[in-house]
């Protein structure tokens, strides 16, 4: 293995810790969870078109990006009632609740 050849693994790995480091921001993406993806998305894109990173190391990291899209709590969905002006969340009814028994 050449230096050259070194340097440029080196670089790519940097480069994914970079990058895998914005995507482990709870905050960010608790907050601001569309411009978090957004971001996430951008920077990959940019490391493909620098050629810093190969097509598969591309999919894996958008792939990695749209897993990270926060699930709402029971919490969050209440404050969206609320602020939708219902008083009160009430819980799906029984027959849209999932039973585990078939």
């Known amino acids: 293995m050449n230096q050259e050849h070194v340097e440029v693994l080196a670089d790519k790995s940097r480069a994914i810790a970079r990058w895998k480091?914005?995507?482990r921001d709870d905050v960010a993406l608790l907050d601001h969870p569309g411009a978090h993806h957004k971001a996430l998305f951008t920077q990959a894109h940019a490391l493909h078109r620098a050629q810093v990173i190969d097509l598969d190391d591309l999919s894996y990291l958008l792939e990695q990006a749209d897993g990270a899209q926060p699930i709402p709590t029971a919490?969050?969905?209440?404050?969206?009632?609320?602020?939708?002006?219902?008083?009160?969340?009430?819980?799906?009814?029984s027959r849209l609740r999932c039973?585990?028994?078939?």
């Not at 919490?75 to 009814?93: D, E, H």
């Open 21 to 23: 480091v914005m995507l």
């Open 75 to 93: 919490k969050a969905v209440a404050k969206l009632y609320q602020s939708a002006g219902r008083s009160n969340w009430a819980p799906l009814p």
């Open 99 to 102: 039973s585990g028994t078939r």
